[in-house]
């Protein structure tokens, strides 16, 4: 994009931040002519962040420095099923009390970035939504719009099955969990953006 509107993808940009982006220009429209929503996940698998997060939280600082408003999603929910993305083995499934200090340990390391005080960024738990949903109602619900041969496409899957390493059910069932993640950010705080 040669000549952006908006401050934030000014600022995104000149720090190189923007690799790929579904629609840049209404992207730029968007975040010019009002506040953006938009959220960041961090699963819950250990209590603290690595530095391979630290560009997604300076993206959510930038983000809210611009006057927008940035959502900090914890994965109390997906963590309990796995991200299966890069790796070539299912992770250790977490009991609930790891799963809860890990996130008190992320919240203290995303509070020394982000404001979180009144009218500020938030920080949501997925598993506020994700563990109440009741498994054959959502399979009814949400089921029909994702097909198998799609998800097969993505690499996360792929990959996986190219190495000939198992991939279980469960974590087949990660993204159909992430996409849910936006419906409900989008259904209650008009959440517009996923970066990542």
Known sequence: MTSTRSALLRTLEARGYIHQCTDLAALDALAADGVVTAYVGYDLTADSLHVGHLVSIMMLRHLQRAGHRPIALVGGGTTKVGDPSGKDEMRQLLDQDRIDANKRG???????????????????????????????????????????????????????????????????????????????????????????
């Not at 995303?110 to 920080?123: P, S, T, V, Y």
């Not at 738990?125 to 029909?144: C, H, S, V």
């Not at 993505?154 to 390493?165: A, C, I, N, Y």
């Open 106 to 196: 992320i919240e203290a390391s995303l509070a020394k970035f982000l404001d979180f005080g009144a009218g500020g960024a938030l920080l949501v738990d997925n598993d506020e939504w994700l563990g109440r949903l009741g498994y054959i109602p959502f399979l009814r619900d949400f089921g029909t719009h994702f097909t198998i041969n799609r998800m097969l496409t993505f690499d996360s899957v792929k990959l996986r099955l190219e190495r000939e390493q198992p991939l279980t059910l469960l974590e087949f069932n990660y993204m159909v969990m992430q996409a849910y993640d936006f419906l409900e950010l989008s259904r209650r705080y008009g959440c517009r953006l996923q970066m990542g």
